[in-house]
């Protein structure tokens, strides 16, 4: 066994009825490691955190959570946070007053269990005496993950925490999971946003249909084979549409979006090539002054990997 690993799974699956949620996933989540689940509604996402959180137990395979074998019994492991479906709070107390309530249920002070610190981190020190009933869904977010660091984890289980986030509360919440990935915390997320995820994780595992479509670093996933929508703006977007068509592996797209900014063009290439147009642009002394994949390519490899496990159900 891997004393480095917060999560090791192997062969779990999980059914409620007639419908398998999980169907044989591995996954393997290293200490001080940010790793993503994605996945399209109804991938098996927020069942296997709710496995990593002890809210269920799984039918069979085997499943080891900071190198523990998970028990039948349902109850978090010690040293494991987080919250699926958002997080339980109180919404007739305060900020701090939840937080205080959670520090006495684990038979701790709230003076000394460090309430005012997790505010903080979570940027919430200013409402801390607001009622929750009154916080954005965000803020009840950015609460959430207060509450989870009061428990000082080794796991962190969080199932879509950007929900609701201004940039402001995402850039807290960001700040907050990138440090205790620093200090060796493992955290494990879900999200839609393809945004943060390639901005917070180092690995990704990505479910269709309950099972593992991929797992692995995000630079596997994104390879540079694949080919992407770049929209590219120059200085001579006429010089740039012509070097575009004599590219080998470059072809322009007719996109709607940029029939109104002539300095726009749309090229579909693969890395490879996108870098051959680019240094023949520069020779050529076009500015390039915007290059940007049209779609990113995490999404874009979650979207090829998702439809092809979709059709072949």
Do not use: W
Not at 43 to 72: F, M, Q, W
Not at 238 to 260: E, M, Q
Not at 265 to 282: I, M
Request: with cysteine; proline share 5%; net charge negative.
């Amino acid at each position: 066994m891997d004393t480095l690993l917060a999560v090791r799974a192997r062969g779990i699956t999980k059914g409620f009825g007639d419908v398998v949620a999980l169907d044989g996933v591995d996954l393997d989540v290293a200490q001080g490691q940010i790793h993503g689940l994605a996945g399209p509604n109804g991938a098996g996402k927020t069942t296997l955190l709710g496995l990593l959180l002890g809210l269920a137990v799984a039918d069979s395979g085997r499943l080891e959570i900071l190198g523990t074998p998970a028990g039948r019994a349902l109850a978090a492991p010690d040293g494991v946070a987080g919250f699926v479906d958002g997080p339980g709070l109180y919404p007739s107390l305060t900020a701090r007053q939840n937080l205080a309530a959670l520090a006495a249920l684990r038979g701790r002070d709230a003076r000394t269990a460090g309430v005012g610190d997790a505010l903080d981190q979570v940027g919430l020190t200013d409402v801390a005496d607001d009622r929750v009933r009154s916080f954005s869904l965000g803020m009840r977010q950015r609460l959430g993950l207060a509450a989870a660091l009061l428990t000082e984890p080794r796991l962190l289980v969080l199932d879509e925490p950007a929900n609701g986030l201004d940039p402001v509360g995402k850039k807290h919440v960001h700040g907050v999971l990138a440090r205790l990935a620093s200090d060796g915390t493992a955290v494990v997320l879900s999200s839609h946003r393809m945004d943060d995820l390639e901005a917070l994780c180092s690995e990704v595992t990505i479910l269709a249909t309950g099972r593992v479509v991929f797992s692995g670093p995000l630079s596997k996933l994104a390879a540079e084979s694949r080919e992407l929508d770049y929209r590219l703006r120059t200085s001579d977007p006429d010089a740039a549409r012509r070097l575009a068509v004599d590219t080998a592996g470059i072809s322009v797209v007719d996109d709607a979006g940029t029939r109104h900014d002539p300095e726009v063009l749309v090229v579909r290439a693969p890395v490879p090539a996108l870098d051959e147009l680019v240094a023949g642009l520069v020779h050529a002394g076009v500015a390039v002054r915007e290059l940007a994949p049209l779609v990113s390519p995490l999404e874009a490899a979650f979207l090829a990997l998702t439809e092809r496990q979709e059709a072949g159900r």
